[in-house]
């Protein structure tokens, strides 16, 4: 269909039954996971310092943490797939690639929209399980 975009709004297929691992190869490699976990981290306190604050609203302090967390996952699509990485995760799932770079793109991208989601779609759970091993990491949301 010409002149239509395709727009990636989100696969379940993405993450079903899937887990993603990542080599952490080097020193660099070792200090983005480690910046990764740790705004992961401080999104969580942050949240909870916000919601124990009467004046604050739910909303405002899932949003907070949204921010923070979209950090850490913007971070490792970059690292991942460069500037571009939107175009790649849309390429994978539209079936024009099919490597690791895009399967990994995807992932994190739809990792990402889950996230995003969560607080306004009432049935969706989002639980990112991530295990360190000496020389890698997986993710499983």
């Known amino acids: 269909m010409r002149?239509?975009?395709?727009?990636?709004?989100?696969?379940?297929?993405v993450l079903h039954r899937q887990a993603v691992t990542t080599p952490l190869a080097d020193e660099n490699a070792e200090r983005i996971f480690h910046e990764n976990m740790m705004t992961v981290a401080d999104a969580r306190e942050k949240k909870a310092e916000m919601l124990a604050d009467p004046d604050v609203s739910l909303l405002d302090a899932y949003?907070?943490?949204?921010?923070r967390v979209a950090e850490s996952f913007t971070r490792r699509l970059r690292q991942i797939a460069g500037d571009d990485y939107a175009k790649v995760a849309t390429a994978y799932h539209r079936g024009e690639r099919d490597d690791r770079i895009g399967a990994?793109?995807?992932?994190?991208?739809?990792?990402?929209?889950?996230?995003?989601?969560?607080?306004?779609?009432?049935?969706?759970l989002f639980f990112p399980i991530i295990l360190r091993y000496p020389d890698s990491f997986t993710m499983n949301v």
């Open 104 to 124: 990994l793109t995807s992932y994190y991208l739809e990792g990402l929209w889950r996230i995003q989601q969560r607080t306004t779609v009432t049935d969706m």
């Open 63 to 67: 949003d907070t943490e949204l921010e």
């Open 3 to 13: 002149g239509e975009r395709y727009r990636f709004n989100g696969d379940a297929g």
